[in-house]
């Protein structure tokens, strides 16, 4: 017999007194019927209490793991001596009480407040977020909004208010901030705990090792201090759990080889990280060449988040079609001259937070080049190339409505001033796999279109 004692905790709402409520909602939605569940709640609160808001996904592969691993725990105490040993008996078990301990040990350092209630995001007050577990931070509050670059002209088509979570309007109540929630689900998906929220590590920038494949623009040779560029947001089809397709900037300094140093933003499919395909706004940072530093979003003590509307992790909608409306956000990243933090905005205006300068070795100064495009990670199924795309999942040929782009290029150089992004060189791992066309014109500035569908008769 199985008794389910801790699905009752997986489960159940947080229980708070509340007084003078302000409002609760409720929306319907399901990832396979398309109905979510919000419940939202603002309350006023005492010194002792937080305000939240909870998006709970009722997941039936949740329940069906849960269930699982009940059969798993029952056949151990009810096997046959004359069928198993005392050690099968004992071993097995304590082994997966084992990895579930350290998994709920970590999921204590990323989660605050801690909870099994489902797929969720807290409203978390901004000086107990994951950073402030870094030494360095403890004790603090975030800093100040930065100056903003010279040249800066706000993007009208960008489309900063475009996640899931935060259609109806509700946000996090002030000095908070939204945290996506990770479950012990997201983690058993990863290949192991330590390399949780992770990428995998790549040798060098052109290079396809560990399956990973780009298509990109990039400038070198100058001391960069930020960039800024609108991206295209699609839904391109990702074709196993262990790969991904991201759309991105890149700050980088140092070598590629062993002490790299890196500032990313963008959007990604990541089936392994946040368990669905849609694609979603996300960081990402490294000081030792994606070795053992580093991670996405809020993963680790790192990033800074300043703003309660924006949930790194979260989906953006509304996305590209073929042929049909094209959507982009915009995404600026720059060192404040006065403190030498990197700071990120997203959007026409709105900053989400700053990575700590002592994150880093070679970006403590600048960068040395700044990237920007596409990358996949290929794991070769059945030994020949993956069909997950790139961008739009068309070649750059077809053109706007079809391909993917990147338009608007810009960088930061040494006076805090945006410059275009002059002498722009392209390159693509494998062109018959993803392929980069760049141009310049009046409207977009410097900009390309890029990608491609991975597997067909030319990368086979």
């Given at each position: 017999?199985?008794?389910?004692?801790?699905?009752?905790?997986?489960?159940?709402?947080?229980?708070?007194?509340?007084?003078?409520?302000?409002?609760?909602?409720?929306?319907?939605?399901?990832?396979?019927?398309?109905?979510?569940?919000?419940?939202?709640?603002?309350?006023?609160?005492?010194?002792?209490?937080?305000?939240?808001?909870?998006?709970?996904?009722?997941?039936?592969?949740?329940?069906?793991?849960?269930?699982?691993?009940?059969?798993?725990?029952?056949?151990?105490?009810?096997?046959?001596?004359?069928?198993?040993?005392?050690?099968?008996?004992?071993?097995?078990?304590?082994?997966?009480?084992?990895?579930?301990?350290?998994?709920?040990?970590?999921?204590?350092?990323?989660?605050?407040?801690?909870?099994?209630?489902?797929?969720?995001?807290?409203?978390?007050?901004?000086?107990q977020q994951p950073a402030f577990d870094h030494p360095l931070l403890q004790g603090q509050r975030p800093m100040d909004p930065p100056e903003l670059p010279k040249g800066y002209i706000k993007d009208e088509k960008s489309y900063e208010d475009s996640q899931l979570w935060s259609?109806?309007?509700?946000?996090?109540?002030?000095?908070?901030?939204?945290?996506?929630?990770?479950?012990?689900?997201?983690?058993?998906?990863?290949?192991?705990?330590?390399?949780?929220?992770?990428?995998?590590?790549?040798?060098?920038?052109?290079?396809?090792?560990?399956?990973?494949?780009?298509?990109?623009?990039?400038?070198?040779?100058?001391?960069y201090y930020g960039a800024k560029a609108s991206i295209n947001v699609w839904s391109p089809r990702v074709a196993s759990q262990h790969e991904f397709s991201l759309s991105q900037i890149w700050v980088i300094a140092g070598s590629f080889t062993h002490d790299l140093n890196t500032i990313e933003a963008g959007w990604q499919i990541s089936p392994e990280l946040y368990g669905d395909t849609y694609p979603r706004f996300f960081t990402y940072w490294t000081s030792d060449a994606y070795r053992s530093t580093g991670c996405y979003n809020l993963l680790c003590s790192g990033f800074v988040q300043t703003n309660r509307r924006i949930a790194i992790g979260a989906a953006i909608s509304p996305r590209s079609s073929y042929r049909g409306g094209q959507f982009d956000i915009s995404l600026l990243i720059w060192k404040d001259p006065k403190h030498g933090h990197w700071w990120l905005q997203f959007g026409s205006g709105t900053l989400v937070g700053y990575w700590p300068a002592f994150l880093f070795t070679h970006l403590k100064q600048h960068g040395s080049m700044v990237q920007f495009g596409g990358e996949i990670v290929n794991t070769r199924p059945g030994g020949s190339h993956t069909s997950t795309q790139m961008g739009s999942g068309h070649f750059a040929g077809e053109g706007f409505g079809k391909a993917s782009y990147f338009r608007n290029l810009q960088v930061v150089d040494w006076d805090n001033t945006l410059l275009p992004a002059s002498n722009l060189k392209i390159l693509a791992d494998h062109p018959n796999c993803y392929d980069i066309r760049g141009g310049t014109n009046r409207v977009w500035g410097n900009y390309f279109y890029y990608g491609g569908p991975g597997k067909n008769p030319r990368c086979p």
């Open positions: 017999m199985c008794l389910l004692g801790d699905v009752s905790e997986t489960s159940r709402r947080r229980t708070t007194t509340i007084r003078n409520p302000i409002k609760c909602c409720l929306l319907n939605y399901s990832r396979r019927r398309k109905q979510q569940h919000i419940r939202c709640f603002l309350h006023h609160h005492s010194p002792h209490q937080v305000s939240f808001k909870s998006i709970t996904m009722f997941s039936s592969s949740f329940l069906r793991l849960i269930l699982l691993l009940c059969l798993v725990f029952s056949s151990f105490s009810t096997a046959s001596p004359s069928n198993t040993t005392a050690a099968d008996q004992t071993l097995r078990p304590q082994e997966e009480l084992q990895k579930l301990k350290l998994i709920r040990q970590e999921l204590q350092k990323i989660n605050k407040p801690a909870s099994s209630d489902g797929d969720i995001i807290d409203c978390v007050l901004s000086h259609l109806s309007g509700e946000f996090c109540p002030e000095g908070t901030i939204p945290v996506r929630r990770t479950t012990e689900q997201d983690m058993l998906r990863a290949s192991s705990v330590r390399r949780f929220g992770r990428k995998i590590r790549r040798v060098r920038r052109d290079s396809s090792s560990n399956g990973h494949e780009h298509a990109v623009g990039y400038v070198s040779g100058r001391q």
